[in-house]
C-alpha cells in the first residue's frame, strides 16, 4: 500500500571532519594501489584540532611517505593555511602513523591459496557481513530523491569554493533536504537546510540570500520548489569555526550519506580506506551496480538488493532481492536471472569491476553512487540481464 510520506535525507562537505577522515584514509588506499595493486589496505583516520591520527593495517610492496599524502589530502580539501580561528590546516598538522601490517590469519583467508581449515584455495571474502544495493527511477542517477538533492547542493557550494567565485566560503558544510512523496513519487521539497562554514566578515543576511538564490534555486528542480519551501540556512546564526578545528571526525561514520540516505538498508560497514578484498566495500559496489542494472532494464522501478559473505569463503552465503511490488516480472526471476548474469564471489567482483585501481578518492565525497564515470555505475549488462529475466519468466 502506498502512503503520502515526508522523507529527509542529508550530506556533508568534503570540510566535513568525518569527511576529511574519510579523504585521507581513501588517498592512504590510492597511493597503495597505484604503486602495487596487490595491496591490502584498511586504514582509520582519526581527525581532531592540528592531530591526525591514523590506525589499520597496511600490506604492500609501495614505499609511502604517509606524512605526504597526509599533507596532500589536507591541501586538496582546501585547508591550507590558518584562516580566522581554524588550527587545522596541511602545513601545521601533527601526524601519529599506527598501521601496522594485515594479520596473518585474516590474510589467509583472503589469498586464493589452500590453508588448514580453510575449505577452498580460491579467494575469499575479507569479512562477514551483509550488504545492500539500491536503486529507484526517482532521478536520472537512479538514486532516492532526497540524498541526491542534498548531495547536488553541496556539490554546487564545494564548485563555487574551489573556483574562487565566493571568497567567505570555507571548507565545512552539511545540508539536508526533506520531499514530500505523493502516491509514492517525490511532489514536492518541504524544506532545505543549508549550513556552511564561512569567514567572519560576512552577514547572515548575505549568506542567506547567496544560498537560496545562487545555489538552492540553482540546483533544485522548481517544479518541486514552492512559495511553502522552507530554507533554514545557517540556522544557528554563526559558523565560522569549523572542520576538525571545532569537531572530531573519523573514517567511516557517514555510511548513510556515502549510500542511500537511509531510503535503503545498509548492512553496517564503511567503505572508505578499505581495498576491495573488503566485501564492506566491494560487494555493496557490486550490489549498486546490480540493482542500478534491475531498475535500468525496466524489470522494477525500485530495487533493493542483499548479499551475504562469511571470512574467507569465495561464494556469497546468501543473495536476495526486494522490489516492493514494482517488478515487471517475478522477483523471483529475477534473482535466477542476477545469478546467471552476474559473479558475486570476491574475486570476480574485483575483476568484472576492475577495482584494483587508484579510483577511490573520487568515490569519498558526495555519494559513493552518484558519479557516472566509476564503474559501478556504468549499464554494461543491461540487455544479457533482460534477456534472462524474461526468458526465466517465460519458462
Same mark, same amino acid.
Given at each position: ?38 595491496? =591490502? ?110 548531495? =547536488? ?243
Amino acid at each position: 500500500m502506498v502512503y503520502d510520506y515526508i522523507f529527509s535525507s542529508e550530506s556533508v562537505g568534503e570540510g566535513h571532519p568525518d569527511k576529511v577522515a574519510d579523504y585521507i584514509s581513501d588517498s592512504v588506499l590510492d597511493a597503495c594501489l597505484e604503486a602495487d595493486r596487490s595491496s =591490502r589496505v584498511a586504514c582509520e583516520t582519526l581527525v581532531k584540532s592540528n592531530h591526525v591520527f591514523l590506525a589499520g593495517e597496511v600490506t604492500t610492496k609501495a614505499r609511502l611517505n604517509i606524512e605526504a599524502i597526509v599533507r596532500q589530502a589536507i591541501d586538496e580539501i582546501g585547508y591550507r593555511t590558518p584562516k580566522d580561528d581554524d588550527v587545522f590546516n596541511a602545513g601545521t598538522v601533527f601526524v601519529t602513523n599506527a598501521l601496522t601490517r594485515q594479520s596473518p590469519d585474516i590474510a589467509q583467508g583472503v589469498d586464493a591459496r589452500a590453508a588448514t581449515g580453510k575449505a577452498t584455495d580460491e579467494q575469499g571474502a575479507g569479512d562477514q557481513g551483509i550488504m545492500f544495493g539500491y536503486a529507484t527511477d526517482e532521478t536520472p542517477e537512479l538514486m532516492p530523491a532526497p540524498v541526491m538533492f542534498a548531495h =547536488r547542493l553541496l556539490h554546487e557550494l564545494h564548485a563555487l569554493r574551489h573556483d574562487a567565485k565566493v571568497a567567505w566560503l570555507r571548507p565545512d558544510c552539511k545540508s539536508q533536504v526533506a520531499v514530500a512523496y505523493k502516491d509514492g513519487r517525490p511532489a514536492h521539497i518541504e524544506n532545505v537546510v543549508i549550513s556552511t562554514q564561512h569567514t567572519a566578515d560576512v552577514s547572515h543576511a548575505t549568506i542567506e540570500k547567496f544560498v537560496v538564490e545562487e545555489v538552492i534555486r540553482k540546483v533544485l528542480p522548481a517544479g518541486l520548489l514552492s512559495t511553502k519551501t522552507q530554507f533554514l540556512i545557517n540556522p544557528t546564526g554563526r559558523f565560522v569555526s569549523g572542520g576538525p578545528g571545532s569537531d572530531a571526525g573519523l573514517t567511516g561514520r557517514k555510511i548513510i550519506v556515502d549510500t542511500y540516505g537511509g531510503a535503503g538498508r545498509h548492512g553496517g560497514g564503511a567503505f572508505s580506506g578499505k581495498d576491495p578484498s573488503k566485501v564492506d566495500r566491494s560487494a555493496a559496489y557490486m550490489a549498486r551496480w546490480v540493482a542500478k542494472h534491475i531498475v535500468a532494464a525496466g524489470l522494477a522501478a525500485r530495487c533493493e538488493l542483499q548479499v551475504a559473505y562469511a571470512i574467507g569463503h569465495p561464494h556469497p552465503t546468501s543473495i536476495s532481492v526486494n522490489t516492493f511490488g514494482t517488478a515487471t516480472v517475478g522477483d523471483p526471476a529475477i534473482v535466477a536471472a542476477v545469478r546467471q548474469v552476474f559473479s558475486f564471489k570476491p574475486a570476480d567482483i574485483i575483476s568484472q569491476l576492475d577495482l584494483l585501481r587508484p579510483i577511490y578518492r573520487r568515490s569519498t565525497n558526495y555519494g559513493h553512487f552518484t558519479k557516472a564515470d566509476l564503474p559501478w555505475e556504468k549499464l554494461t549488462r543491461l540487455d544479457a540481464l533482460r534477456d534472462a529475466a524474461k526468458a526465466l519468466a517465460a519458462g
